[in-house]
């Protein structure tokens, strides 16, 4: 039976509609709609369900839209299972503690360094790793740590006394601890710091007096006239004596010694006291026979003016 076509119009456009019947030899039809491009009827205008799926790369042919939802398809399927990988993440806990382990890959393997104890404590910017630089920290607060120990425990390190303020800081000897260094004293010290004076062995104590010199509170004052040139005169220092001064009346130069022989034709050594200028001795302890002084000068009718201490 040949193919008979049926219009439609489209009421809200009043647009023909064109579709077919088509005899399928079964007694059975089947309605087609025509193709608005080619005008023919068929299954490949809208309604087809045997078109080829499209290419996972789409060309510019021409395609129905069974096609394309067929292409679709078949590529979400190709990729569904990479996208489950994607969106779920999980740890298979059938045995705990062994398939649900998540291992931490460093640059020497997984898990090479992160468990590792016996690494040396790094104090420096030196490369290390998390257990070397811990180790380091721990080492480098212990050093600076200051420890306070309870009573009767043992010392620890040295100590010093701060002696900057006099006695601010005393040290307390106990009893007994003197005679406990007795044994270390010298023979001649016994326990109790006495002193051996004899080869008796026994510690005797020692007295005695200590004399102290006084201050000079005695001055005495002597002119040595130095009638002739270059001839020697002398002057005795008083007994006791603890300094003495002098200097030349007149602007003159004169030589002066402790021995005689040297200042009235000079004969090294001398000394020479320049005019204007006057000599003081340091602090002395002469005996009750003291020195003497003897001078001389290259001009005439020079006295030397002396003041002596005691």
């Not at 399928?24 to 799926?53: F, R």
């Not at 939802?69 to 298979?92: E, F, P, Q, W």
């Not at 307390?172 to 023979?187: C, E, H, N, Y």
Request: proline fraction near 4%.
């Amino acid at each position: 039976m040949a193919d008979k076509a049926i219009r439609l119009i489209d009421t809200s456009d009043q647009t023909p509609v064109p579709v077919a019947y088509h005899d399928n030899g079964d007694g059975t039809y089947s309605l087609q709609v025509y193709d608005p491009a080619s005008g023919a009827a068929g299954e490949s205008a809208i309604g087809g369900m045997s078109d080829a799926p499209v290419d996972a790369v789409e060309s510019a042919a021409d395609r129905t839209v069974i096609s394309l939802l067929k292409g679709a398809k078949n590529y979400l399927r190709s990729i569904a299972a990479a996208v489950a990988g994607i969106l779920v993440v999980r740890t298979d806990q059938t045995t705990p503690g062994t398939t649900d382990k998540v291992t931490v890959a460093t640059a020497t393997g997984a898990g090479a360094t992160i468990g590792v104890i016996t690494g040396a404590a790094v104090i420096t910017d030196a490369d290390g790793t998390i257990q070397q630089y811990l180790r380091g920290l721990v080492k480098l607060i212990v050093a600076k740590i200051t420890v306070t120990l309870g009573a009767g425990t043992a010392l620890v390190g040295k100590f010093g006394i701060d002696q900057a303020t006099l006695n601010a800081n005393e040290v307390v000897v106990k009893s007994g601890t003197i005679a406990a260094l007795g044994g270390g004293l010298p023979a001649a010290f016994g326990a109790g710091g006495g002193v051996k004076v004899d080869g008796s062995g026994t510690a005797l104590p020692v007295s005695g007096t200590v004399s102290a010199d006084a201050k000079a509170s005695i001055a005495a004052v002597y002119n040595v006239s130095m009638t002739l040139a270059d001839t020697e005169y002398s002057q005795v220092l008083p007994a006791n004596c603890r300094g003495f001064e002098f200097q030349c009346r007149s602007a003159f130069a004169i030589r002066w010694q402790v021995v005689t022989g040297k200042v009235a034709t000079p004969t090294a050594p001398w000394m020479t006291l320049k005019s204007g200028d006057a000599y003081s001795s340091p602090s002395i302890a002469q005996a009750a026979s003291p020195s003497t002084l003897y001078f001389g000068c290259d001009d005439a009718a020079q006295i030397v003016e002396l003041l002596a201490w005691t």
